[in-house]
Each structure stands twice: as structure tokens, then as C-alpha cells.
């Protein structure tokens, strides 16, 4: 190598060089559909479903190879490479080269990408392409400069990239053509000299670092926030309550604080812009209801690890050494969840109570509950009803967060790839596909329906052997009280899904009776059993190598 | 301390490892290594970079699992039973991986809760002693004062086996100090066992009562320290003509030199001094080899001559 710029090229590449040449076999390949005739357009001219999902994952995976930051093991928080502070290489250069890198890579990808891609409107191809380099240098810039925030950095990275797609969907807005400060040329000048200034404020930051300059003037007050937790003063009262604040002060308040930014920052404005909208009201109601849960998903990949956030997934020594057995680690990670999920519910309660009791348009949450109250002739089955959604809402959210306990806590980090790439195409798959499409063409015959059910009841059977086989070698208190809270929370789920299935209006050939049946199996096979009985043996491999 | 030893019963023993194999890839980081420690020694672990020491000590520890062989800690196999073995063991790394967001007094209070023998007045005296700030976050401590932390972690609960992973490395020599002081008292004060591993052999000379050398996995000397030393000569040869190569000594562990003038480390029961001789040298000074010069002559020794020599010595 003959230049530092090319050293720190390579870096990136040999590091992430998995993930680039996944990138570009996902692009050759869906060349190659179209090409060979074997992605049809729809009537819009868009993709088939199929070569979407392949373009969100390279550009997800993009994003991920540009992830220019390195967790400490201490921490386990990325932040910029600090290793490379003691090259003989300008600050600028140490900035600018992942920056440049990114922002000519996603430029070159979408090039690529483009005309499989839906735009959404009439958007220019220029303008969309300088927005995702934008993107790129405010998702840098965001990554080195508010590592305080801790994970509350997602919600400000996912924030300004609702932001960005919302400025992309401006110069569509009627009237047509748009005001001047809404025209392409304006919007994309703006863009351009934002990232400029992002850019410089990245460079000054890395700079003050590496001179020795602290981190905390940047956004210090809020990052006490996540940091100042009280002390602990008095003692513990047992082996089991010291190891459960130290997992709650490691990855306790994770989830409830990216619950409550995501409703401060994203829901709140969105219900305060709605507020004459009744229809609207309730879907944000439903999206509100569903955050904890849909957070969990992320969450619960990190949560999961022996330390948060960090890429290393041996268990610390400092955890390893202390003479507590693997079922009494596991257990405390599952009431962290547990805690963790409580939290976040409470945090939705508290925010639907103020914005339901203040701003909100009630006309169509009234226009259900209208519904439920003829259909049960109770108005205490819709208090009813709504109490099994929170509680239902809490079970999912915590089930996100314990079920890939079994395969981070085994320290395999091909069975963690494995399992955390399933259940991210698993969530893409859910956002491509039309997931209404599928039900209805199961729906649309009996044999097919009578088939999912029987898959559905097998999957079951498996589970349950896989528990009894998991939770024999698990010390006996575990179990009881493992045993009451799944079936608590199985029992909430089939309620729920009874009740509400009872209010839908029923399509296809199947009967109620087969809707009720596939309710009940869903319900035993979502709240985890086997994998939560799986994790003590699987940490115990991690812990002795 | 040799393998063989007999012991008056099995409770004196701390440590028992026996043929422990294990290997990384194709690297064998320990290979068919055997041995016990009884209580109330300080056993001195000594051996280059990657020799197999940390490894050893995890397999002690637990955290590793022996493929091959067996380990017994107080009669317990630490995997099996991780939560008494663990119980009794305090433990101190080179770097003690502590959690930086803690402060000192919540990481004491959250140790205690482990611990039923903690001794928090024993604690807190340590803490004093050290110089930590009780209300102090652990990631704006020194170096030094992370490894006094550490060590007070390892020690407060008044363990039966305390685990010393290169403790002092890279550490000021107040610390070393403090380090050695705190072996020296678990010993003296309470009777119980230490195992200590160590690049400073200065360390491992002043407090060690046995010794034993790792060299790529392998065991190649383990004996008690004063016996080591007594049974090395460094011989300071020279011959009558100039020599091309070294000269073949039975008993040798390692030659060097050149021309005339040559050194030999080995064995005092089974060098051939009439050999020499014969060969045309003469011993020009016959004297104990320092614990570095059998540090490097056993590291730079074949596997077969070393092999033979720890025959000899146990």
C-alpha cells in the first residue's frame, strides 16, 4: 500500500469484505433477473417484491460497511477508531476518507440500484441519489459525534433519515411545479451545504479528540441523562439482586429509552400533525402500541449478547469468575427483559394518556370501542380488550428480548450471524411483502388453511419436546416460575386473539372455528419455552470453553 | 510439588491437573501437562509470550474446558462446579476487566453480595490502603489503580486459592510492591494458596516456594524453587583450540558462546564434567545459575534435552 488514503480503504474493506461481496452478488443477481426476463414489472413499473427485499438488504448492508466505529470491550459502545489516532495522518484525512468512501459507494449503488427500485413519485434520480449522500455523511457524522447518547443514537440516526425521506417527498407535494424553496435545485443546494457543515463539525470533533479534547461538550446534559443513574448505596441482599442491577445498569434501560425518543421525536409530532384526522389518530394509536414491540426486535439482538453492544460475545471475566451458575445468569437476564418490557409499556401508557387526553381526534377510536361495546354488550369488555392489548404488548416486547438469548449466549458467532440474519429478512420480508396478499390466498382455500394449522400444531409438538428436553437439567425453582409466567402469558395471547378474531370480518371459505384454532396454536408457539430453556446450557458452553 | 509426590491426604491439595491437553487450531497450547500444588504454597507460573500460562490458569478457573486430562480444584472439577470452585477462587488478570461505568464502593457492594466470607472491613482497609476514591468511576482510574481494584476484588473475600494472571504487567513498582506485599500476607496471614504467573522472575524469586516453566504448552520444569536453583550449575568453559560448534556436554540444558570461551547451563547431578575433559576444556568457573539463566536456557533448550532434564529433576 502506497498511501495512507489507500490504508484506511483497505481497512474498511477487510473488515466488512463479507458484507460488500454479498452487496454485489445481491446486485449482479438481480441484474441478471432482469436480464434473463425473470423479474417482471408490475403495472407501475416497479420490482416484484423479491428484488426489492434484495435492494433494501444492500443498501442496509452498505450502511453497515460504512459503520466507521469500533466498540471498546468496556463499553461496548462504537465509536470512531481511536487506533488510528496515532498515524501519522491529518485528522481531516482520517475523516474524510470513510466519507468520501460512503458517500461514493451509496451514490454508485443507487446507480446501480435504480431503475429496480420504487422512487415514490416523480422524485429526480440526481436528487434522490445526492439525498442518500447526505444521508450517509449525517449517519457518519451522527455515529462519532453523539456516542454519549449511547443507543439513543439510533433513534436520533433513524430521526434524521425520516427527516431526509420527507424532504425527498416535498417536491412532490401539489401545487404543481412547487414553490421555489420546495423546487429539486433548492432542496438539493440546502442538502449539499448541510452535509458540508455536518462534515466539518464530524472533522472539528475528531480532531478535538484526538488532541486530547473531551467528548462531553457535545450534547453533555442529555447524555447525564443515560449516564447519571443514582448510585447504588446500601448492599444487596442477595447474589441474584447484585447481578440484576448490574445487567439493569448494562442493558437495562436500553429499550425504554429509545421507546420514549421514538414516541418524543417521531409519534409525538406525527399525532400533534394529525390531530384532526380520526383515522389517523387510530393508526398511530396502533403504531404507538406496536413501538415497544418493533424496537424489541433490534434491541433484543443487542440485549441478548454477553455484553450489549459489543462485538465480542464471550462472556466478560468479570461476569464469568463470579460464583453464580448458569441458570442464575440466564434467569437474571430474562427479569431484565422482564423490567425492561414493563418500562417501556409504562412509558406508552404514560404518552397515549397525555396525547389521548389532549390532542388527539377520539372520533374513531370511539367509533370501535362502539363496536366492541354491541358486539359484547359490556363496555367492561372493551376495558377489557384494551387491558389484553397493553398486557399483550408487554409479553411480545419481552419475548423480543429473551428469545435469541439461546444462540447469543452460546458465544458462536456463526450461530449469532445466523439466527440475527433470519429474523432481519424475517422484518424486511414483513415491510416488501404484501403480508394482507398472503393471508387472503391462504384463506381463499380450506385445504390450504387446514394445511397452516397442521404445520402450525407440528411446530408445537416440536417445541414442547424441545422444552421438556431443554428445562430437565434447569434447577426446579427456575422452572415453576418460568412455567406460571409462559403460561400467563400464553393464556393473555389466546384470549386476545379469541376475542378479536370474534370481531373480524371473516373472507374466504374458512370458519370461525379454524381461525380460533390457528389463534391458539400462534399463541403457544410465540412466547418462548424451549429457547429460553436452551440459553443456561448454551451461556455454560460460552463460559466454559 | 512433583507429580508424584505423595501428600499426607487429598484436602491438602489446592490444585491437581493431570495430563491437561488443549489445543487452538493446530496449536497446542498445552500439552499433557500434570500437576499439584498442595495448599499454603505460592506456586510461581513462568514462561514466555503464548507459552500456555493464562490458559492454564483459565482451565483453573473453569472458563476453559479441558479436552484432555482432568482438573481438580479442592477436589471439584471448576466446570462441573463452577459456583463453589468460584466461590473460593479470587482472581486477578493483567487486565482485570472491570466494568468502567461502576464506581468503586457499588463494585465492593456488588461483590459482596457473591461472597459470604466478604470482608468488608478487610475491604475497605485495602481501600484506603490503595488510595481509591470510593465515590470514583472506575474507568477514570489508572492503570495502576484499576490493577490495585482488581487485586483488592481478588482478595476481600478471604479466598482459598487467589489466581494471579500476570498481575504486574506493565504496572509502576509501587503497585508490584503492593501486589507482592498482598501475596506474602494471603500466605503468612491466613495460610492459604497463590498461583502467580509472571514474566519477572525477580518477583517470582522473592515470593514463590515452587516453580514451574511452561515452554509451548509444555510443562518443562515444575519443582519446588530452592531445588531448582540448586540443582542448575552455569559452567563457564574454554577450550584448548577454537570451536566451530558447541561442544556436546551430557547433561547440558543449553550451550552457548563461541571460539574458545563457552557456557553451559545444566544439570548439576548429570553434567559430565571428565567429558569436558576429554574433549579439551576445562571448567574455569563452576557457579548456581540465576533463575533467568534457567529461565532462557529451558526457552532456548530442544524439547528432548529439556525433556530429559525434567526427568532429572523430578
Known sequence: ?545 | MREHEPLESASEIAVAVNHLSRSFGSRKALNDVSFTVPRGRVFGLVGENGAGKSTLIKHLLGLWRAETGTVRVFGLDPVAAPTTVLGRIGYLSEQPDLPGWMRVDELLQYLQAFYPRWDMDYAEALREQFGLDPAARIKTLSKGQQAKLGLLAAQAHRPELLLLDEPSSGLDPIVRRDILEAIIRTVTDEGHTVIFSSHLLDEIERVSDHLAMLHEGTLRLCAPLDEVKMRHRRLSLRFERPRTEPPRVRGAIAVSGAGRAWTVIGDAASIDRPAIARDGGSVLDDSPASLDEIFVAHTEASPATAGSHLRAVN
Not at chain 1, 7 to 26: K, M, N, P, Q
Not at chain 1, 147 to 173: C, D, E
Not at chain 1, 286 to 293: G, K, R, V
Not at chain 1, 364 to 379: F, K
Request: contains cysteine; proline residues 6%.
Open chain 1, 1 to 545: 500500500m502506497h498511501s495512507p488514503t489507500t490504508a484506511l480503504l483497505w481497512d474498511i474493506w477487510r473488515r466488512h469484505r463479507l458484507s460488500v461481496l454479498v452487496i454485489v452478488a445481491l446486485t449482479t443477481l438481480s441484474w441478471i433477473l432482469d436480464v434473463a426476463g425473470l423479474a417482471p414489472r408490475d403495472d407501475d413499473g416497479g420490482a416484484p417484491p423479491l428484488q426489492q427485499l434484495m435492494g433494501m438488504c444492500s443498501f442496509l448492508l452498505l450502511f453497515g460497511v460504512f459503520n466507521y466505529t469500533e466498540s471498546s470491550g468496556e463499553t461496548g459502545l462504537g465509536r470512531f477508531p481511536q487506533r488510528l489516532f496515532t498515524l501519522p495522518v491529518s485528522s481531516f484525512r482520517l475523516v474524510a476518507v470513510p466519507v468520501l468512501a460512503g458517500t461514493i459507494s451509496i451514490v454508485l449503488l443507487y446507480l446501480l440500484w435504480m431503475k429496480r427500485l420504487p422512487q415514490g413519485g416523480p422524485t429526480s434520480d440526481p436528487f434522490i441519489a445526492l439525498l442518500l449522500a447526505a444521508l450517509m455523511v449525517f449517519y457518519q457524522a451522527g455515529l462519532w459525534t453523539l456516542v454519549r447518547l449511547g443507543p439513543l443514537r439510533l433513534v436520533a440516526l433513524g430521526a434524521v433519515g425520516a427527516v431526509v425521506h420527507a424532504i425527498g417527498l416535498l417536491p412532490s407535494f401539489p401545487p404543481s411545479p412547487p414553490p421555489p424553496w420546495r423546487s429539486e435545485p433548492a432542496l438539493a443546494g440546502s442538502m449539499a451545504s448541510l452535509a458540508v457543515i455536518v462534515f466539518l463539525v464530524a472533522w472539528h470533533h475528531i480532531a478535538s479528540l484526538r488532541s486530547g479534547g473531551g467528548q462531553a461538550r457535545l450534547l453533555g446534559p442529555l447524555a447525564g441523562t443515560v449516564v447519571g443513574i443514582p448510585k447504588k448505596r446500601r448492599g444487596f441482599a442477595s447474589a441474584a439482586s447484585a447481578h440484576f442491577w448490574f445487567e439493569w445498569r448494562c442493558s437495562g434501560m436500553a429499550l425504554p429509552l429509545l421507546v420514549a425518543g421514538i414516541l418524543l421525536v417521531i409519534i409525538g409530532p406525527a399525532s400533534w400533525i394529525a390531530r384532526s384526522d380520526p383515522d389517523g389518530t387510530l393508526r398511530l394509536l396502533s403504531w404507538t402500541l406496536a413501538t415497544p414491540i418493533a424496537v424489541a426486535i433490534p434491541v433484543g439482538m443487542a440485549f441478548s449478547r454477553p455484553r450489549i453492544g459489543s462485538d465480542d460475545l464471550s462472556l466478560p471475566a468479570f461476569v464469568a469468575v463470579r460464583p453464580l451458575s448458569a441458570d442464575d445468569l440466564v434467569a437474571t437476564k430474562v427479569k431484565v427483559a422482564a423490567m425492561s418490557a414493563a418500562i417501556s409499556s409504562l412509558v406508552v401508557l404514560a404518552f397515549l394518556g397525555v396525547w389521548l387526553s389532549s390532542w388527539a381526534n377520539l372520533d374513531g377510536v370511539s367509533r370501535v370501542a362502539s363496536r366492541l361495546q354491541a358486539l359484547y354488550h359490556s363496555r367492561y369488555a372493551v376495558y377489557g380488550i384494551a387491558a389484553l392489548i397493553v398486557c399483550s404488548g408487554f409479553i411480545l416486547t419481552w419475548r423480543f428480548l429473551v428469545s435469541r438469548l439461546w444462540s447469543s449466549l452460546a458465544g458462536h458467532q456463526v450461530l449469532f450471524i445466523v439466527s440475527g440474519v433470519s429474523i432481519a429478512l424475517a422484518a424486511i420480508s414483513l415491510a416488501v411483502f404484501d403480508v394482507g396478499e398472503i393471508v387472503r390466498w391462504i384463506v381463499a382455500e380450506p385445504w390450504r388453511m387446514t394445511s397452516v394449522i397442521w404445520i402450525a400444531a407440528l411446530a408445537v409438538i416440536v417445541k414442547c419436546s424441545l422444552a421438556a428436553y431443554a428445562w430437565h437439567r434447569i434447577a426446579s425453582r427456575h422452572f415453576r416460575r418460568y412455567i406460571v409466567a409462559w403460561l400467563t402469558g400464553t393464556a393473555c395471547l389466546v384470549t386476545l386473539g379469541v376475542l378479536v378474531w370474534k370481531t373480524m370480518p371473516l373472507s374466504g371459505s374458512s370458519d370461525v372455528s379454524q381461525y380460533q384454532t390457528l389463534t391458539i396454536l400462534l399463541a403457544l408457539l410465540a412466547v418462548p419455552i424451549a429457547r429460553v430453556g436452551l440459553a443456561p446450557a448454551m451461556l455454560s458452553r460460552n463460559r466454559h470453553r
